[in-house]
């Protein structure tokens, strides 16, 4: 069964997604605990900089080439599209690179507090990180999802050891965000080599370029919102409450989108193959394994956004300090539970880019970017940083709505409703054991959430949620 190999894929980048999050997760106490909270805030910013500004350069480039080399079997058009694709991005990249510098002084005092040379170390990074971002989605294409996590992980590990030795001896906030620097150019190295080894290296002819760009165009305004959504909280939050709030915010958002973790492998990987299932007419297969995917993600997504949600403020208190604590714990369960959300949309999603509609999926984020963008602007002047959670909700419902409207009218794909009941009963009588939780200590808190998912997991089969076929593909599995 195709089920199978799928889920093998997205057992692997699942697990290296889990551990790229809890990089994340180790650096937030580090940080807060080793620097100012002012120094946090730029840290943060520049890593929202980096993502949001990568995202722009590429175009949409990368998604494209999952889209079309995925099926593709002669060398020749493989080489081309790939070196035109990479060299496309690198002469974006360098441009915008100046572009940074000219405005280096004015860039700084508006994110940076001043301070240049986190500026010049951002335009080194984003040209690498740009770069890095093609790399990755050729393993992507070619479904090598070994290569593929390792490197992902590789890149987060290098990061948080360099970080974490620059913060506890106590070297300025440079040195820390210069980690990123080097991590990346390191993965850029490897990367480089092992893929010149694979398919030499060629002038570009740019000859399908036109029509990477026709697929790719239309899905930047769905990156770009997404990134605004993502980050446009901080810079806000930043202008309206000053860095020291930022420091507060991140932490709880970034524990409320660990739901990532969950998603991220199913965007991942099932692309790829269903690409090349559907160019080969599969249909069947294809829905087959939309379903089976949405139905995975909820099993583990449900349970994970509200056992989250009841623990954002111990965790938070252990991650980082009773400060950041009590003054951003209610901002998780928001976060939480519109990531969840989203995930849902991504998945069912596919059916759009699989008709190649990008153009309808750029107009819904463009729009849910604007939402957010306004409702932040709005709700952080009277409510302060639960606004910016708030508003960060209703932007995801307001495009997964959309999102689920329209791939459902291009594909035949039937929603379990009866399926998401029984998870959600399930996931009540585990939160009644979390609830219980009042211990500040890890240990505690493991051992009572190690109890609480095997009585979800007894409810499961208690309900028929996981029956003879689940059993059989995990037992092929393993």
Not at 139 to 155: A, D, E, G, I
Not at 274 to 293: A, P
């Given at each position: 069964?195709?089920?199978?190999?799928?889920?093998?894929?997205?057992?692997?980048?699942?697990?290296?997604?889990?551990?790229?999050?809890?990089?994340?997760?180790?650096?937030?106490?580090?940080?807060?605990?080793n620097t100012t909270t002012q120094d946090y805030g730029i840290y943060v910013q520049t890593t929202v900089t980096i993502g949001l500004i990568s995202n722009i350069i590429t175009l949409g480039?990368?998604?494209?080439?999952?889209?079309?080399?995925?099926?593709?079997?002669?060398?020749?058009?493989?080489?081309?599209d790939f070196y035109s694709v990479t060299s496309f991005i690198l002469m974006l990249s360098v441009l915008t690179g100046i572009i940074l510098l000219v405005f280096s002084n004015y860039i700084s005092i508006m994110l940076?507090?001043?301070?240049?040379?986190?500026?010049?170390?951002?335009?080194?990074?984003?040209?690498?990180?740009?770069?890095?971002?093609?790399?990755?989605?050729?393993?992507?294409?070619?479904?090598?999802?070994k290569k593929y996590s390792l490197f992902y992980f590789l890149q987060s590990f290098i990061t948080l050891v360099l970080a974490i030795f620059f913060s506890i001896n106590d070297y300025s906030i440079v040195y820390i965000v210069s980690s990123i620097l080097i991590s990346n150019f390191i993965i850029f190295l490897l990367m480089l080599i092992l893929i010149l080894n694979e398919i030499?290296?060629?002038?570009?002819?740019?000859?399908?370029?036109?029509?990477?760009?026709?697929?790719?165009?239309?899905?930047?305004?769905?990156?770009?919102?997404?990134?605004?959504?993502?980050?446009?909280?901080?810079?806000?939050?930043?202008?309206?409450?000053?860095?020291?709030?930022?420091?507060?915010?991140?932490?709880?958002?970034?524990?409320?989108?660990?739901?990532?973790?969950?998603?991220?492998?199913?965007?991942?990987?099932?692309?790829?193959?269903?690409?090349?299932?559907?160019?080969?007419?599969?249909?069947?297969?294809t829905y087959s394994l939309i379903n089976f995917s949405l139905k995975s993600f909820l099993i583990l997504a449900i349970p994970a956004a509200a056992g989250i949600s009841i623990l954002a403020k111990p965790m938070l208190i252990i991650l980082t300090t009773e400060e950041i604590a009590l003054n951003s714990f209610f901002v998780t369960p928001f976060v939480a539970i519109g990531t969840l959300i989203l995930g849902t949309s991504s998945i069912i999603g596919n059916a759009i880019i699989l008709k190649n509609k990008t153009k309808i999926l750029g107009v819904?984020?463009?729009?849910?970017?604007?939402?957010?963008?306004?409702?932040?602007?709005?709700?952080v002047k009277i409510i302060g940083i639960v606004g910016a959670a708030f508003s960060t909700l209703l932007s995801y419902v307001f495009i997964s709505g959309?999102?689920?409207?329209?791939s459902l009218k291009m594909f035949d794909l039937k929603i379990d409703w009866t399926l998401i009941l029984k998870i959600i009963i399930a996931t009540s009588v585990m939160s009644l054991i979390i609830i219980q939780i009042k211990s500040k200590e890890l240990y505690g808190i493991i051992s009572l959430i190690l109890l609480s998912i095997i009585l979800y997991i007894l409810?499961?089969?208690?309900?028929?949620?996981?029956?003879?076929?689940?059993?059989?593909?995990?037992?092929?599995?393993?």
């Amino acid at each position: 069964m195709r089920e199978y190999k799928i889920i093998k894929q997205i057992g692997l980048i699942g697990f290296i997604n889990l551990l790229v999050s809890l990089s994340s997760l180790l650096l937030i106490p580090v940080l807060t605990k080793n620097t100012t909270t002012q120094d946090y805030g730029i840290y943060v910013q520049t890593t929202v900089t980096i993502g949001l500004i990568s995202n722009i350069i590429t175009l949409g480039l990368p998604y494209a080439m999952v889209r079309f080399l995925a099926s593709e079997k002669d060398i020749k058009i493989i080489k081309d599209d790939f070196y035109s694709v990479t060299s496309f991005i690198l002469m974006l990249s360098v441009l915008t690179g100046i572009i940074l510098l000219v405005f280096s002084n004015y860039i700084s005092i508006m994110l940076f507090s001043g301070n240049n040379k986190i500026l010049y170390l951002l335009v080194l990074i984003v040209i690498l990180n740009t770069l890095n971002i093609v790399l990755l989605n050729y393993f992507r294409t070619f479904q090598k999802m070994k290569k593929y996590s390792l490197f992902y992980f590789l890149q987060s590990f290098i990061t948080l050891v360099l970080a974490i030795f620059f913060s506890i001896n106590d070297y300025s906030i440079v040195y820390i965000v210069s980690s990123i620097l080097i991590s990346n150019f390191i993965i850029f190295l490897l990367m480089l080599i092992l893929i010149l080894n694979e398919i030499k290296f060629t002038l570009p002819k740019f000859k399908n370029i036109r029509k990477y760009l026709d697929f790719g165009l239309p899905t930047l305004p769905s990156s770009l919102s997404y990134l605004v959504i993502d980050s446009v909280d901080r810079y806000i939050i930043g202008i309206f409450m000053g860095l020291t709030y930022v420091g507060y915010y991140n932490p709880a958002y970034v524990l409320g989108n660990v739901i990532m973790i969950l998603t991220l492998p199913f965007t991942t990987v099932l692309l790829p193959s269903l690409s090349e299932n559907y160019d080969q007419n599969n249909l069947e297969q294809t829905y087959s394994l939309i379903n089976f995917s949405l139905k995975s993600f909820l099993i583990l997504a449900i349970p994970a956004a509200a056992g989250i949600s009841i623990l954002a403020k111990p965790m938070l208190i252990i991650l980082t300090t009773e400060e950041i604590a009590l003054n951003s714990f209610f901002v998780t369960p928001f976060v939480a539970i519109g990531t969840l959300i989203l995930g849902t949309s991504s998945i069912i999603g596919n059916a759009i880019i699989l008709k190649n509609k990008t153009k309808i999926l750029g107009v819904i984020w463009l729009f849910g970017g604007i939402l957010n963008f306004l409702l932040n602007i709005f709700l952080v002047k009277i409510i302060g940083i639960v606004g910016a959670a708030f508003s960060t909700l209703l932007s995801y419902v307001f495009i997964s709505g959309i999102i689920y409207y329209y791939s459902l009218k291009m594909f035949d794909l039937k929603i379990d409703w009866t399926l998401i009941l029984k998870i959600i009963i399930a996931t009540s009588v585990m939160s009644l054991i979390i609830i219980q939780i009042k211990s500040k200590e890890l240990y505690g808190i493991i051992s009572l959430i190690l109890l609480s998912i095997i009585l979800y997991i007894l409810m499961l089969f208690i309900l028929k949620v996981i029956g003879k076929k689940e059993i059989k593909i995990l037992r092929n599995i393993f």
